[in-house]
């Protein structure tokens, strides 16, 4: 984070591709910036034309140029509403960063050029899937990007309303604490929400139909809620700490279902946790949880990269 010691958020940086859904992500990012008296940036990315061989979809040799330009406009018209509604409601510093080849890249870059804080993006923008893809410019930033990712999908509820409660899963390793501070970093003196700590607890499938009963006559349940409570504890510490309350869950099954499943059930307000990258292979067996949970979560979702794990590959989208 590009913050002083304390953590505290000064750059927010939001992706626009005109659609509904970064719209959605825009008011996510103006309400954050205003949280913490951030500056805002917009950061919009002209894709490159696509090469066809048919004479009615040829377009004007200069048609990138004049793609760029009314990109430029549109931008700086949305960024002008921002300040004059910052004028009533109070100053908002709002910046606009534009650049032209494969957006996820790019906004990547803008956004560490920037030295964002928090990245913003919404998961659907004007290719139409009903869900983050593998390839899509939100999954590159989920994976690549520097900072943490707040994903914000299409049908996630309007960000007027105040946040009351919040998944934080854990998988109880070293690094799960990385996403509990950036979720006090976020929400320092601001909305107090409610926290709820989670582990998903995977049973071996071979006993998952009667793992109660066998679990019970080894007489192993409690011992193993204490082991997980006691790795639990310095979060809870923490959470505690910076006056927030915590609620610890201990749940059945893997992390995506039981995770999107409470989601749904308290209606929970947003998801923060920690992904994993430190290689393509790493990111199909580890990450792949981050991404599936910012797939079909019911709510936006805040993921934070564990120190030093950020996918370095290469490529673009």
């Known amino acids: 984070m590009s913050g002083d010691a304390n953590g505290s958020i000064e750059v927010v940086f939001c992706a626009i591709d005109f659609s509904q859904t970064a719209d959605l992500a825009l008011e996510n990012?103006?309400?954050?910036?205003?949280?913490?008296?951030?500056?805002?940036?917009?950061?919009?990315?002209?894709?490159?034309?696509?090469?066809?061989?048919?004479?009615?979809?040829?377009?004007?040799?200069?048609?990138?140029?004049?793609?760029?330009e009314l990109a430029s406009?549109?931008?700086?018209?949305?960024?002008?509403?921002?300040?004059?509604?910052?004028?009533?409601?109070?100053?908002?510093?709002?910046?606009?960063?534009?650049?032209?080849?494969?957006?996820?890249?790019?906004l990547v870059d803008m956004a560490e050029q920037a030295g964002a804080d928090v990245f913003v993006i919404g998961t659907r923008g004007l290719t139409g899937f009903e869900h983050l893809l593998l390839g899509s410019t939100a999954e590159y930033v989920v994976r690549r990007a520097s900072c943490p990712v707040l994903t914000v999908h299409p049908t996630d509820l309007a960000a007027d309303a105040p946040v009351g409660t919040v998944i934080?899963?854990?998988?109880?390793?070293?690094?799960?604490?990385?996403?509990?501070?950036?979720?006090?970093?976020?929400?320092?003196?601001?909305?107090?929400?409610?926290?709820?700590?989670?582990?998903a607890d995977p049973t071996p499938?071979?006993?998952?139909?009667?793992?109660?009963?066998?679990?019970?006559?080894?007489?192993?349940?409690?011992?193993?809620?204490?082991?997980?409570?006691?790795r639990m504890a310095p979060s809870v510490a923490r959470l505690a700490?910076?006056?927030?309350?915590?609620?610890?869950?201990?749940?059945?099954?893997?992390?995506?279902?039981?995770?999107?499943?409470?989601?749904?059930a308290r209606e929970v307000d947003m998801i923060v946790m920690t992904t994993y990258g430190r290689s393509v292979v790493a990111n199909l067996l580890v990450g792949r949880t981050a991404?599936?949970?910012?797939?079909?979560?019911?709510?936006?979702?805040?993921?934070?990269?564990?120190?030093?794990?950020?996918d370095e590959g290469d490529g673009g989208d």
């Open 73 to 106: 406009a549109r931008l700086e018209e949305l960024a002008g509403t921002i300040r004059d509604r910052s004028d009533r409601d109070g100053q908002l510093v709002v910046e606009t960063r534009l650049e032209q080849g494969p957006p996820g890249r790019h």
């Open 29 to 68: 990012s103006i309400r954050l910036a205003r949280r913490h008296q951030a500056s805002l940036v917009l950061g919009h990315v002209v894709e490159p034309l696509p090469v066809v061989s048919y004479p009615i979809l040829m377009v004007p040799v200069d048609a990138e140029v004049e793609l760029r």
């Open 168 to 199: 934080v899963p854990t998988d109880l390793g070293p690094e799960s604490i990385e996403a509990v501070d950036v979720f006090v970093r976020v929400f320092a003196g601001a909305e107090r929400p409610l926290v709820l700590l989670v582990f």
């Open 291 to 310: 991404q599936r949970i910012v797939q079909h979560a019911p709510c936006p979702v805040l993921t934070v990269h564990a120190s030093g794990s950020r």
């Open 241 to 264: 700490g910076a006056g927030f309350e915590v609620e610890t869950l201990i749940l059945d099954g893997g992390p995506v279902e039981a995770v999107t499943k409470l989601a749904q």
């Open 205 to 230: 499938p071979y006993i998952e139909p009667f793992q109660h009963q066998a679990l019970e006559r080894w007489g192993r349940p409690d011992v193993r809620k204490e082991e997980i409570d006691e």
